[in-house]
């Protein structure tokens, strides 16, 4: 099992940033996907970013909403994934969830089968 927690949501203005973090522990051996999505009420979970990890990992891809905005990164050693989220926009309030995965197919736009509790991200106008 594995288990995905994110620390770093919180409140903040438009035009802000913030920087999310999710630490991967437990049976994190063959870890090869990690990504972050996000879900605003009444809306669908949709991929924010991804990113693949191991001996041919560092692929990334990204939504187009938040393309040039945002930046995905990982520390594998950490097993720790990041996402730098810059020029913060009211639309982008929602809670943002951290997700892994192992096995193929593999891929930064994979969904994988493990999940984070959430943190929540706020932007006021």
């Known amino acids: 099992q594995v288990q995905l927690v994110e620390t770093g949501g919180g409140l903040v203005q438009a035009g802000g940033s913030l920087r999310l973090s999710c630490v991967a522990s437990?049976?994190?051996?063959?870890?090869?996907?990690m990504g972050w999505y996000r879900q605003a009420p009444g809306r669908q979970r949709e991929l924010i970013a991804g990113?693949?990890?191991?001996?041919?990992?560092?692929?990334?891809a990204y939504a187009d909403s938040v393309k040039g905005r945002f930046t995905i990164s990982s520390d594998n050693d950490k097993n720790t994934v990041y996402l730098q989220m810059n020029s913060l926009k009211p639309e982008d309030t929602a809670v943002y969830y951290c997700n892994a995965g192992r096995g193929r197919p593999s891929g930064p736009r994979i969904i994988g089968e493990y999940w984070g509790q959430g943190t929540q991200v706020t932007v006021s106008s």
């Open positions: 437990g049976n994190t051996f063959s870890l090869n996907r």
């Open positions: 990113i693949t990890s191991g001996s041919s990992g560092g692929d990334t």
